[in-house]
């Protein structure tokens, strides 16, 4: 069992003596200011000793660095399920607790689910090589899967491909912030990571890749669409048949030096 030096002691005694729970300047009661409660969309609500104090924290909370450090100083990103809180978005009128994003691993079963649930144009892959999601505190906000490039004339061993790249459109804007362009940069570090020599991946010609940009992918090549089926191959094309651009990043810079 771990015991307390003297000194150590003493400090804490002399804490408790000196710490004193202040006094609301409305009521004359001890000050409460607390997080109530966080529902699951991420808005939440502050219970305090009076009224009067809860309008005047509802005044200050106008101003984005006040809302954010007060909701930081009463852990709600712990609440979450997050190390830290980025911010308190105002979302049409709605204050919303926005914490770091977090890429972790997720069951290869759970993003097929995901993809199916919230692709624009994509059905779920069959296979991949990895994967993962990106959390907002409890809150599963895109998925991303790595496989080998579709296309057979390239390269099946030294390159891979983001296959899926998927984010929960029905959620606030402001929860998922650079969460693609994160994916998209996780994908790529854990690409190097394993040995791989560059890695692609395809968007519609109509999509801007503002996300690829940010993650420092650079578009190298548009494709023109072709159809799977054919009179001697029956198939059913399950993706736009509309023109593609191919995005990529070398890793060959990014793997790390083997030590001797």
Known sequence: MNMLSKADRQLAIDFDRDYTIPTCIHCGEPQVVELAEIWSDHSFMISTCCHLLYEELVYE???????????????????????????????????????????????????????????????????????????????????????????????????????????????????????????????????????????????????SGMSLRYARWKPEHVTRPKSWNSRSRQRVDKTPLVPKVRWARDLKAARPALQD
């Open 61 to 207: 909370m106008a101003d984005p660095d006040f809302r954010t450090s007060l909701l930081q100083n009463l852990q709600a990103a712990e609440h979450l399920g997050a190390e830290r809180l980025r911010r308190v978005a105002d979302q049409d009128g709605q204050l919303l607790l926005d914490c770091e994003l977090e890429v972790a691993p997720i069951a290869f079963s759970r993003m097929k689910a995901f993809v199916q649930r919230h692709h624009d144009h994509c059905p779920p892959p069959v296979c991949w090589r990895y994967g993962a999601g990106i959390w907002n505190g409890h809150t599963l906000v895109g998925v991303v899967s790595v496989g080998r490039p579709v296309a057979r004339m390239l390269p099946q061993t030294a390159w891979v491909e983001v296959n899926r790249l998927c984010v929960d459109r029905s959620l606030p804007d402001t929860l998922r912030y650079k969460a693609c362009s994160t994916l998209y940069a996780w994908a790529a570090s854990e690409a190097a990571r394993r040995g791989f020599d560059r890695i692609i991946t395809y968007t519609l010609s109509t999509e």
